[in-house]
């Protein structure tokens, strides 16, 4: 085993507590859910960017390349001042929902650099101007602008040009579970001499200011000198921690160390008294403002900051070190042991990445994305702490206004979360999102399948699932549909522990197992209206990928029989029926109910295809396609022809199963066979279970053989959904075709949209109706990865549509792969399509290699769109890059699916 494995089993049998301290901190606290106390739910102005240095947060911290322990109550991040800002640069700026011309955004340059499951070793950089950072021209720019029109950046504002900005890197490195050493680097990118203030920060989430009962922790100065200064925490569950700081290494002179309480200042934000002069921006305050009275005299306090004073040279590097650790009594905090630590801890990360990607033969260009991918996941880490029903009744001093009851997540008190959770972004989108979560642990689970489990398990557990079955969506409403892919999600992660690690982990499946059964039973329940096996669910987290509004009362009255919503519920089936499969062979009592999800998917396969009546079918086969069937309220049935992925969804409904599995489960085997025979009906609509396919595999499928076939000639015609750079959320087709529905004296359409949305359709942020997302496509490559497992080579296509080159399905899977992964990888004039025509990420050294992986992706051209960080399910190409490099080269025919 390499180190970090063997930190990662000291942790796994609980020796050593390897994932008490990581980067768990948010990057942005402010304008959340839980942090509004508003009557009427308007987070983002309840509390604002212009509040948080000022106002002291109930339920998380935020910070710049920040860490904290497991349960966020010591924080430590930096703090930076270029002598220009009008504030301290303390947390990251970005547009609100309302102030973005396309909804909310960052309007920052950060970078996630590395990062290792136990955050033995962790990097990451900001980018920060030398001149006065631009807050306003952001804000009134971007408000000028509309849904027509590109949003304002911060490089298109100049404070970049000439290379008038400082690097810094921050890095860590653990001596041991509770020792950890804090490097951090500045360097001026400019052609002057610049002064730069540096400021590393520790200070206590304030949990104290909401239960008088709390005992408040105190951070204090032990020792103060030219060469090293030395705090003391302390906090009644966490224990005692000493922070050591470098002395004047690098600075004009030692460190100034400034003390205030993590407090609200009710004065500036209130106008009233503070029961103290110290409060949360006493340190801004001091050094921006020259207010000497703003910190406290006798260096003690909640927050402190050490405020270095570095005059740094065109080109030149300074370094900061610190060192935040259990132990009161090291003699050279910053010896020798230092250095060689951090050497260790970047060697080891180095061996342990080596060893996952080891089947793989990737360029150092493939292995520069898929190691800043990883550390991306890692880095999107996050405490998230929220108790509904302690948030619905207030707080002394944020008492709940009644209207607040109504708002949302009433329905959701028993929801105790607790935990750190994978984040879809943590600053646009710094709170867990169901569906996102899924994605997330698939390249999690190659690194670290413990945590990949951890999540799912926490996710089903009864202080997050409802008493129902509905798992959480997302805190901005809980009650939010989106689509059921966590048993995929679940065996999947089984999969990949058992092939990399040797583990198999029934237990775990078998316990994620029986909790989604439940949660499959509330689909059944709520989402088929007319117990037809055909299912709504609404808007299902393709935001406007729809004709209309998908989660609300449709203008034509009725209901949307969806072919997205029944195609999940497909796919939900098949997995619950694999992992049953998985289980029975030591449980009989699992062939039961494997029995039960094969029988249900056909009565889904059967609906899908023709409801008992082809004219209502979801299927049309004049245009070998499927839609959304909108069942008007006089019984009418009108298909809404929109080419768009919700077409291409039922692909992902496909299972095969092995010979050997039959042989092990003659239960299952015979009412399976009871039932092809006894109910020719729904057979004849998916793929005959009784005809054998390659190696004796067996085939479950919605879409088999001529249904497939004619998709795929629309989903791989690049003048259709096929773009250079993956399959598009809606077909280029409608470029031309705009679908159009006309009601009540409206229209409402559906063009083909490549970049950001042209509308105000669930805010505005998120775009479905062209751009290429990574999470369906990451499952149409599983889903035609799984049709050539059962129809092997000889059943072949052509790809692209019209080119007379022919593929087999794994050989397509393979282009798409190739395809999506070219977005972040320099082609041959060295361009990384991901930065569109930026000439700064595109030819500056200093930028070219730093990846974004970002929300969504420009239908024609790859250019990266929404949430910048959104490593989250936009990191699967970790886990593509890796399946290209191991199987690339070798004989297509041979290669098993979905490894």
Same mark, same amino acid.
């Given at each position: 085993?390499?180190?970090?494995?063997?930190?990662?089993?000291?942790?796994?049998?609980?020796?050593?507590?390897?994932?008490?301290?990581?980067?768990?901190?948010?990057?942005?606290?402010?304008?959340?859910?839980?942090?509004? %106390?508003?009557?009427?739910?308007?987070? $983002?102005?309840?509390?604002?960017?212009?509040?948080?240095?000022?106002?002291?947060?109930?339920?998380?911290?935020?910070?710049?390349?920040?860490?904290?322990?497991?349960?966020?109550?010591?924080?430590?991040?930096?703090?930076?001042?270029?002598?220009?800002?009008?504030?301290?640069?303390?947390?990251?700026?970005?547009?609100?929902?309302?102030?973005?011309?396309?909804?909310?955004?960052?309007?920052?340059?950060?970078?996630?650099?590395?990062?290792?499951?136990?955050?033995?070793?962790?990097?990451?950089?900001?980018? %920060?101007?030398?001149?006065?950072?631009?807050?306003?021209?952001?804000?009134?720019?971007?408000?000028?602008?509309?849904?027509?029109?590109?949003?304002?950046?911060?490089?298109?504002?100049?404070?970049?040009?000439?290379?008038?900005?400082?690097?810094?890197?921050?890095?860590?490195?653990?001596?041991?579970?509770?020792?950890?050493?804090?490097?951090?680097?500045?360097?001026?990118?400019?052609?002057?001499?610049?002064?730069?203030?540096?400021?590393?920060?520790?200070?206590?989430?304030?949990? $104290?200011?909401?239960?008088?009962?709390?005992?408040?922790?105190?951070?204090?100065?032990?020792?103060?000198?030219?060469?090293?200064?030395?705090?003391?925490?302390?906090?009644?569950?966490?224990?005692?921690?000493?922070?050591?700081?470098?002395?004047?290494?690098?600075?004009?002179?030692?460190?100034?160390?400034?003390?205030?309480?993590?407090?609200?200042?009710?004065?500036?934000?209130?106008?009233?008294?503070?029961?103290?002069?110290?409060?949360?921006?006493?340190?801004?305050?001091?050094?921006?403002?020259?207010?000497?009275?703003?910190?406290?005299?006798?260096?003690?306090?909640?927050?402190?900051?050490?405020?270095?004073?570095?005059?740094?040279?065109?080109?030149?590097?300074?370094?900061?070190?610190?060192?935040?650790?259990?132990?009161?009594?090291?003699?050279?905090?910053?010896?020798?042991?230092?250095?060689?630590?951090?050497?260790?801890?970047?060697?080891?990360?180095?061996?342990?990445?080596?060893?996952?990607?080891?089947?793989?033969?990737?360029?150092?260009?493939?292995?520069?994305?898929?190691?800043?991918?990883?550390?991306?996941?890692?880095?999107? !880490?996050?405490?998230?702490?929220?108790?509904?029903?302690?948030?619905?009744?207030?707080?002394?001093?944020?008492?709940?206004?009644?209207?607040?009851?109504?708002?949302?997540?009433?329905?959701?008190?028993?929801?105790?979360?607790?935990?750190?959770?994978?984040?879809?972004?943590?600053?646009? %989108?710094?709170?867990?999102?169901?569906?996102?979560?899924?994605?997330?642990?698939?390249?999690?689970?190659?690194?670290?399948?413990?945590?990949?489990?951890?999540?799912?398990?926490?996710?089903?557990?009864?202080?997050?699932?409802?008493?129902?079955?509905?798992?959480?969506?997302?805190?901005?409403?809980?009650?939010?549909?989106?689509?059921?892919?966590?048993?995929?999600?679940?065996?999947?992660?089984?999969?990949?522990?058992?092939?990399?690690?040797?583990?198999?982990?029934?237990?775990?499946?078998?316990?994620?197992?029986?909790?989604?059964?439940?949660?499959?039973?509330?689909?059944?329940?709520? !989402?088929?209206?007319?117990?037809?096996?055909?299912?709504?669910?609404?808007?299902?987290?393709?935001?406007?990928?729809?004709?209309?509004?998908?989660?609300?009362?449709?203008?034509?009255?009725?209901?949307?029989?969806?072919?997205?919503?029944?195609? $999940?519920?497909?796919?939900?089936?098949?997995?619950?029926?694999?992992?049953?499969?998985?289980?029975?062979?030591?449980?009989?009592?699992?062939?039961?109910?494997?029995?039960?999800?094969?029988?249900?998917?056909?009565?889904?396969?059967?609906?899908?295809?023709?409801?008992?009546?082809?004219?209502?079918?979801?299927?049309?086969?004049?245009?070998?396609? %499927?839609?959304?069937?909108?069942?008007?309220?006089?019984?009418?049935?009108?298909?809404?022809?929109?080419?768009?992925?919700?077409?291409?969804?039922?692909?992902?409904?496909?299972?095969?199963?092995?010979?050997?599995?039959?042989?092990?489960?003659?239960?299952?085997?015979?009412?399976?066979?009871?039932?092809?025979?006894?109910?020719?009906?729904?057979?004849?609509?998916?793929?005959?279970?009784?005809?054998?396919?390659?190696?004796?595999?067996?085939?479950?499928?919605?879409?088999?053989?001529?249904?497939?076939?004619?998709?795929?000639?629309?989903?791989?015609?690049?003048?259709?959904?096929?773009?250079?750079?993956?399959?598009?959320?809606?077909?280029?087709?409608?470029?031309?075709?705009?679908?159009?529905?006309?009601?009540?004296?409206?229209?409402?359409?559906?063009?083909?949209?490549?970049?950001?949305?042209?509308?105000?359709?669930?805010?505005?942020?998120?775009?479905?109706?062209?751009?290429?997302?990574?999470?369906?496509?990451?499952?149409?490559?599983?889903?035609?990865?799984?049709?050539?497992?059962?129809?092997?080579?000889?059943?072949?296509?052509?790809?692209?549509?019209?080119?007379?080159?022919?593929?087999?399905?794994?050989?397509?899977?393979?282009?798409?792969?190739?395809?999506?992964?070219?977005?972040?990888?320099?082609?041959?004039?060295?361009?990384?399509?991901?930065?569109?025509?930026?000439?700064?990420?595109?030819?500056?050294?200093?930028?070219?290699?730093?990846?974004?992986?970002?929300?969504?992706?420009?239908?024609?051209?790859?250019?990266?769109?929404?949430?910048?960080?959104?490593?989250?399910?936009?990191?699967?190409?970790?886990?593509?890059?890796?399946?290209?490099?191991?199987?690339?080269?070798?004989?297509?025919?041979?290669?098993?699916?979905?490894?």
């Amino acid at each position: 085993m390499t180190p970090e494995e063997t930190r990662l089993q000291e942790d796994r049998d609980r020796k050593a507590h390897w994932r008490r301290w990581g980067s768990y901190l948010s990057e942005r606290q402010w304008g959340t859910v839980r942090e509004d %106390y508003s009557p009427d739910g308007s987070a $983002w102005d309840y509390f604002t960017h212009d509040q948080a240095r000022s106002r002291a947060y109930r339920w998380g911290e935020d910070g710049i390349g920040g860490i904290s322990d497991n349960h966020q109550r010591l924080c430590f991040a930096i703090a930076l001042w270029n002598g220009e800002d009008p504030i301290l640069k303390e947390r990251l700026f970005g547009l609100t929902g309302k102030e973005g011309n396309h909804g909310e955004d960052v309007k920052e340059y950060y970078f996630y650099l590395d990062n290792t499951p136990t955050h033995s070793y962790m990097k990451c950089l900001y980018k %920060y101007p030398q001149q006065a950072f631009p807050y306003a021209q952001l804000v009134e720019e971007n408000k000028c602008r509309g849904y027509q029109d590109r949003e304002f950046e911060l490089l298109d504002t100049g404070v970049f040009d000439s290379d008038a900005y400082f690097d810094i890197f921050v890095e860590y490195a653990k001596a041991s579970p509770e020792d950890i050493l804090i490097q951090i680097s500045a360097i001026n990118r400019g052609t002057e001499e610049k002064t730069l203030h540096l400021l590393p920060t520790l200070w206590f989430r304030n949990t $104290w200011s909401w239960n008088n009962s709390e005992d408040k922790p105190k951070i204090k100065k032990l020792k103060s000198d030219d060469n090293l200064s030395i705090l003391e925490a302390t906090e009644a569950t966490l224990g005692e921690r000493w922070l050591y700081c470098e002395g004047n290494q690098g600075a004009e002179t030692p460190p100034l160390l400034l003390f205030t309480e993590n407090e609200t200042n009710q004065e500036r934000l209130f106008g009233v008294n503070n029961p103290s002069p110290y409060v949360k921006d006493g340190i801004n305050n001091y050094i921006v403002s020259g207010q000497k009275d703003a910190v406290n005299p006798n260096q003690t306090g909640t927050k402190f900051a050490a405020n270095y004073r570095l005059r740094i040279a065109a080109g030149e590097t300074k370094v900061i070190r610190l060192r935040l650790t259990d132990s009161p009594d090291f003699a050279e905090p910053f010896g020798a042991d230092f250095d060689t630590a951090f050497q260790n801890r970047k060697r080891e990360a180095d061996e342990f990445y080596e060893k996952v990607t080891s089947p793989c033969s990737l360029t150092e260009d493939r292995q520069n994305v898929q190691r800043q991918a990883f550390a991306g996941m890692l880095w999107n !880490k996050q405490y998230y702490y929220y108790v509904v029903e302690e948030w619905l009744k207030g707080d002394p001093i944020h008492p709940s206004p009644k209207s607040r009851q109504n708002i949302r997540n009433s329905e959701w008190i028993h929801l105790f979360n607790d935990d750190i959770i994978s984040m879809p972004d943590k600053w646009e %989108y710094p709170w867990f999102a169901a569906w996102d979560l899924a994605f997330h642990v698939i390249p999690l689970a190659t690194i670290d399948p413990d945590f990949a489990k951890r999540q799912l398990d926490r996710l089903t557990r009864e202080w997050y699932m409802h008493p129902n079955g509905q798992l959480p969506a997302y805190e901005w409403d809980f009650s939010d549909g989106n689509p059921p892919v966590h048993a995929w999600a679940t065996f999947r992660i089984y999969k990949i522990e058992q092939k990399m690690y040797g583990r198999t982990d029934k237990k775990f499946l078998e316990r994620v197992f029986q909790k989604l059964l439940l949660n499959f039973t509330w689909w059944v329940n709520r !989402k088929d209206i007319g117990g037809k096996n055909v299912f709504q669910g609404g808007f299902l987290g393709m935001d406007n990928i729809g004709v209309f509004d998908r989660n609300v009362e449709l203008p034509t009255g009725g209901n949307l029989e969806q072919s997205d919503g029944t195609s $999940w519920m497909g796919m939900y089936c098949l997995n619950m029926l694999a992992i049953a499969l998985e289980l029975a062979p030591e449980n009989s009592a699992y062939e039961d109910i494997a029995s039960k999800f094969f029988e249900h998917f056909l009565y889904i396969a059967d609906a899908m295809n023709c409801m008992g009546d082809a004219e209502t079918s979801l299927w049309d086969e004049a245009d070998g396609f %499927y839609y959304d069937m909108l069942h008007l309220p006089d019984g009418r049935y009108l298909p809404l022809k929109v080419r768009s992925m919700v077409g291409l969804i039922p692909l992902l409904a496909v299972a095969t199963i092995e010979p050997e599995m039959l042989e092990k489960l003659p239960g299952f085997q015979q009412r399976m066979q009871w039932f092809i025979q006894n109910r020719p009906n729904l057979k004849q609509n998916v793929a005959c279970m009784e005809t054998p396919g390659v190696g004796a595999r067996r085939l479950l499928a919605i879409a088999y053989r001529d249904k497939l076939r004619r998709i795929l000639e629309k989903m791989l015609d690049e003048n259709e959904f096929l773009s250079s750079y993956g399959i598009r959320s809606v077909s280029k087709f409608h470029a031309n075709n705009p679908y159009i529905f006309r009601v009540n004296g409206e229209e409402y359409r559906v063009d083909y949209e490549p970049a950001e949305s042209r509308s105000g359709l669930f805010g505005g942020n998120s775009n479905w109706r062209g751009p290429i997302w990574f999470p369906i496509n990451y499952l149409i490559i599983e889903a035609l990865q799984k049709f050539h497992y059962y129809l092997g080579d000889d059943f072949q296509v052509e790809c692209p549509t019209g080119s007379g080159q022919m593929m087999n399905l794994w050989e397509v899977a393979t282009e798409l792969s190739q395809r999506l992964t070219r977005i972040f990888l320099q082609d041959e004039s060295g361009k990384r399509p991901v930065y569109g025509d930026s000439e700064t990420f595109q030819n500056n050294p200093h930028w070219r290699d730093l990846i974004l992986f970002y929300e969504y992706f420009h239908g024609d051209n790859g250019a990266g769109l929404g949430a910048s960080h959104q490593t989250g399910w936009t990191g699967v190409v970790a886990k593509l890059i890796q399946q290209c490099g191991e199987y690339g080269g070798q004989n297509q025919a041979s290669k098993p699916a979905q490894k």
